[in-house]
């Protein structure tokens, strides 16, 4: 349609605009290093462009509205890829044909498996079509086939290299080896070996932390060098690293190192050539998170029957010690780079994103205008880290007296919450996360590069050339030196201790010395194993509670695709309610206090949002006391309202929304009593208001209540002083957090690991 065409005029214009500013990045480091010679002296042996996005969340492109998702906050922009692809193009020359696209994405298998599902007709959604973002009519996915439209649209007339060319391979699922792509610009599914173990390769890595080797697709890491057929079929990858720059929720951030370091891990591999997979799980057909890699230190075991995670004689937890994080990272980037793989690293930074970066809907898009190129990773991941995590400017940052651990000054400006009389209110301090993160420096000292780095480039907006001064970002005018930092204050929502811990550690204390508790020691005692009173990014505690979470987000994922919508509905319920009983010990059997601290950090992050409001607002625990402009609410409450919104919604009790137990609940009860009537047909698509007018045609006697029974703790079964329907307030710690239907015929949590990886072995 015309509206939809002046809508790619304007995406296209936009691209243009991105083609001619990232010159001023590219230009300098070309002149600096000479890559464009090296890279074509690989081309001509045979090796292509591999372009590696950053697609944790793929489903960028809504397939109900073809409007963009929440999870697009979580990709490389694909019209950033665009302008780069055509920039190796136009000022490079290097063919189209010569270069491919190639992702490992989480949520890749699960979302081709929900989108065929709803295509219903045609050929079903492949891996490699949700990279592309279209199969046939359907659209839905990421948007490398946009990217493909303008690529062409830019070409020379009668220029040999149509980029459109391998799209049809990408829906079929016709797989082709680079060696034999021929004119094809082609898409790799770089989970995807299990279909044919030939597409991988096991490889040794040099002085391995937590894998002495790892199995990589050959598309990467080229084919067996003493075979010269495997070696023409996969002659090796230029591999251009593309991340998007934003923070994490487990480590500092996740950028350069991060996208290779856990982008790169195959998710459908095993040596026994079964479901029991190399580095995901579940040990399903379809796996959803890469939780068969350590995410920190201490790594949990979990109880196949009961899904609990399991426990000592003596109450602690059977946990696993690893090189965390960033061995797992370093671990494969030095796999990788051990075979004579180019390195190419360009950051979207453009619009960073800030407090989440999973995509789902709590992520910010922070307009910083930053594209970042360099070869070497752990100096361009450093100053990508430097320039989020540092608000003020050169003069200020020495003034802080804060170093970071890497050389520099690097502090951000935080709000430090003090006790004035009995209200907590905001002072202005300092923090440096930077100081507290060692995966540079190990990085460093396993040879992925080096810390020192020093910058060239150019500002589009004033035409100013950049430079840095101690490792600073900056801009020269007139001979004169001014600072370029961010504005805003980054931090993951889900690891405020961490990010931002001054802070943290300053609102617990507060809170300890008005209410007579101990919640900073206990925090402390739980985190801080070496008791210098400082918590790092490696120190996450023993109670190992990224395995629990992991694996039932990888149940979820692997579930997109299932016909019987209301399974998932009973794995969301089981894994979230089980997360949140195992957190109190009052509200278990067996007294597990799993993710008790972290539910602190989350009620600060909420502390602080309030604190931050421009306005202030009556408390409604404390009658004639204020909260907001720099005043902090307390942790208690909270705490309650943390768990009431888990319970009911975002927005209770003004409203019962989704997501939320109750609203899961209700809608398999609807769904399996009701014919959906009032919450709706799919799970994908609910009636918003489907909750509230459930609720209100009970209460109005206008309908009988469906049959189930959800089961909470005392004082959480009211709303507004009135009673939930089908709620029931107990002390029963067997019974909280658990639901009954139609009289106890079905009861929830019903959580079998064993159950589901039982085909693990076919």
């Known amino acids: 349609s015309e509206s939809n065409q002046t809508a790619w005029d304007e995406i296209a214009e936009r691209i243009d605009y991105t083609f001619e500013s990232i010159d001023q990045a590219f230009s300098p480091l070309a002149r600096e290093t000479g890559f464009i010679q090296e890279m074509k002296s690989r081309l001509d042996k045979g090796q292509k462009l591999l372009f590696k996005p950053n697609l944790v969340s793929i489903n960028n492109i809504d397939p109900f509205t073809c409007g963009e998702t929440p999870s697009s906050t979580a990709c490389t922009e694909w019209p950033l890829v665009a302008a780069v692809m055509r920039w190796f193009h136009d000022k490079a020359g290097i063919s189209y044909h010569r270069m491919s696209i190639g992702e490992a994405a ?15 007709k045609g050929l079903p959604v492949t891996t490699e079509a949700v990279i592309e973002g279209r199969s046939e009519e359907f659209i839905g996915g990421w948007g490398f086939y946009f990217v493909r439209k303008y690529l062409a649209e830019r070409l020379e007339p009668g220029a040999p290299d149509d980029p459109m060319k391998g799209y049809e391979e990408s829906v079929t699922g016709h797989y082709i080896p680079p060696g034999r792509a021929g004119g094809r610009l082609l898409v790799y599914d770089l989970n995807r070996i299990r279909d044919d173990l030939t597409k991988g390769r096991d490889v040794e890595v040099p002085g391995g932390q937590n894998f002495d080797s790892i199995i990589l697709h050959k598309a990467i890491v080229g084919g067996d060098p003493s075979d010269p057929e495997d070696m023409k079929d996969y002659p090796g990858a230029i591999l251009i690293n593309m991340p998007r720059l934003k923070v994490h929720v487990q480590a500092l951030l996740t950028n350069i190192i991060k996208n290779l370091g856990i982008g790169l891990y195959p998710m459908e591999v095993s040596r026994s050539n079964t479901c029991r997979w190399e580095y995901s799980q579940p040990h399903t057909p379809i796996p959803g998170m890469k939780a068969g890699i350590p995410h920190q230190i201490w790594v949990g075991e979990i109880d196949p029957e009961t899904c609990l995670p399991k426990r000592k004689a003596d109450g602690t937890y059977v946990v696993k010690k690893t090189a965390g994080l960033t061995g797992t990272m370093v671990d494969i980037v030095k796999a990788a780079a051990s075979q004579d793989i180019f390195m190419m ?14 995509g789902g809907g709590m ?10 190129a360099g070869l070497d990773p752990v100096a361009a991941d450093l100053f990508s880290a430097r320039y989020i995590f540092s608000n003020v400017g050169l003069k200020q940052a020495h003034e802080a007296g804060l170093e970071d651990g890497h050389g520099g000054f690097f502090p951000q400006a935080v709000p430090i919450p003090e006790v004035e009389g009995d209200s907590i209110v905001s002072k202005p301090g300092f923090d440096c996360p930077l100081s507290r993160d060692i995966c540079f420096q190990a990085a ?33 005018s007139n001979g004169v030196f ?67 979470g992991m694996l039932w987000g990888g149940v979820m994922v692997g579930l997109m695709g299932t016909e019987d919508e209301t399974e998932r509905l009973r794995v969301s319920f089981s894994a979230g309610a089980t997360n949140l009983k195992m957190t109190f010990p009052e509200w278990n059997v067996e007294k597990h206090d799993q993710g008790l601290e972290w539910f602190w950090g989350m009620s600060a992050w909420m502390a602080l949002e309030v604190a931050g409001l421009d306005q202030e607002l009556p408390d409604p625990t404390r009658p004639g006391k204020m909260i907001g402009r720099g005043k902090w609410p307390r ?7 943390r768990i009431n919104m888990a319970l009911y919604g975002l927005e209770f009790p003004a409203r019962v929304s989704f997501p939320s137990f109750y609203g899961t609940v209700l809608r398999y009860a609807d769904r399996i009593q009701n014919q959906g009537r009032y919450t709706g047909q799919t799970i994908y698509q609910p009636v918003l208001d489907g909750a509230e007018n459930y609720i209100k045609d009970v209460g109005e006697g206008k309908t009988e209540p469906l049959d189930f029974t959800l089961f909470v703790p005392p004082g959480y079964g009211n709303r507004n002083h009135g009673v939930m329907p089908n709620v029931e307030e107990t002390d029963d710690p067997a019974k909280v957090l658990t639901v009954d239907f139609e009289g106890g015929k079905t009861h929830w949590p019903d959580l079998r690991l064993s159950d589901i990886q039982s085909d693990a072995d076919t």
Request: aromatic share 10%; charged share 25%; hydrophobic share 35%.
């Open 444 to 476: 460093e000292e396993r040879g992925l590069g080096q810390r020192s780095y020093y910058v060239v480039g150019g500002d589009v907006t004033t035409g100013d050339p950049l430079v840095s001064v101690e490792g600073r970002l900056g801009r020269v």
């Open 635 to 641: 942790i208690e409450p909270l705490t309650n309202r």
């Open 482 to 548: 001014s600072s370029i930092y961010t504005s805003r204050l980054y931090h993951a929502l889900a690891k405020m201790p961490w990010d931002l811990q001054k802070t943290f550690f300053a609102y617990l204390k507060a809170n300890d010395q008005l209410a007579n508790t101990n919640l900073l020691e206990q925090f402390l005692n739980e985190f801080d194993e070496d008791g210098d009173g400082i918590v790092t990014y490696e120190e996450k505690g023993r109670k190992g509670i990224y395995t629990h």
């Open 106 to 120: 989480t949520t890749m298998s699960g979302v081709a498996s929900f989108y065929s599902r709803l295509k219903k």
């Open 345 to 358: 690293h360009i950051v979207d930074g453009i619009e960073a994103i800030n407090r989440d970066h999973q």
């Open 363 to 372: 992520g910010i898009r922070e307009p910083e205008g930053l594209v970042v």
